[in-house]
């Protein structure tokens, strides 16, 4: 088995009801892909998404879980409560998550088992900061990132990996891609000693992908698919990426 292809959009805190209009046109251009499509918008859209999506190999997925089944927890969400919704995936362990809610390593990996035990696929992201790049510091963090976020349950029909520089995301910049093809390959080797598949999981790159550069990232060893933000929000940027993907061997 070869890792599956992957094109994933992240809507982030972006869209509405009327936004789904852009489903029914990606469902109409792109819905029988030879690759797997994923939409993550705000959980209060996942729902009727799905329901958009009907037949159509377009997988919705939540952008977050709690790590505990029920509770008082206000405001937030279960693996349980997103996969009832209609998702099949949930991303976990986002920079802006890290940032924003300081989620640690151990949270992200906590909330990983929560969605595996739930039968969601956890879309894992890890990435450096800049002052990291510069500092040299790169594999250290993504290193750390893996074994501290992966649980052991992992494997490539439960887990998807996302390296996410903190830097490329919303920036418009992009690592090389000599620097992708080093970090991919790097994780590639550091999850063989984790998971007992891991040439099979998919690995994705996320940091202002676009149309105009999908298809030189798409050649890069070991990048099987996209983590995609801001070009994830119109049918026809998101659409242009598929086809990129697709016509990547
Ligand atoms: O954070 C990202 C996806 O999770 C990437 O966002 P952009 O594609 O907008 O840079």
Not at 25 to 49: E, F, K, Q
Not at 53 to 66: F, K
Not at 172 to 191: S, Y
Request: with cysteine; proline share 3%.
């Amino acid at each position: 088995m070869a890792p599956r292809k992957l094109a994933a959009g992240n809507w982030k805190m972006n869209g509405d009801l009327a936004a789904l209009a852009e489903i029914d046109s990606l469902c109409g251009t792109h819905g029988n892909a030879s690759c797997d499509i994923l939409i993550c918008p705000p959980a209060v859209l996942i729902h009727a998404m799905k329901e958009r999506v009907g037949d159509h190999a377009i997988a919705i997925g939540g952008q977050d879980c709690h790590a505990k089944p029920s509770g008082a927890h206000t405001g937030d969400i279960s693996a349980a409560q997103l996969k009832d919704a209609g998702a099949s995936h949930v991303i976990l362990g986002h920079s802006e998550r890290r940032a924003d809610h300081g989620e640690t390593d151990a949270d992200v990996a906590q909330k990983a088992s929560a969605a595996f035990d739930a039968g969601l696929v956890a879309v894992i992201c890890v990435g450096e900061t800049e002052a990291e790049r510069d500092a040299g510091q790169t594999l250290d963090v993504i290193g750390r990132q893996l074994s501290g976020s992966v649980p052991q349950a992992a494997h490539a029909g439960n887990c998807v990996i996302a390296y996410e520089p903190v830097w490329a995301i919303g920036t418009g910049r992009t690592p090389t891609n000599d620097q992708i093809a080093e970090v991919h390959a790097f994780m590639r080797n550091k999850l063989a000693a984790a998971v007992a598949d891991a040439a099979d999981i998919s690995l994705l790159y996320g940091g202002s992908v676009k149309p105009a550069n999908a298809s030189e990232i798409f050649s890069i060893a070991h990048v099987d698919g996209a983590l995609v933000g801001g070009a994830s929000l119109k049918a026809s940027d998101f659409g242009a990426i598929i086809s990129a993907l697709d016509a990547a061997g």
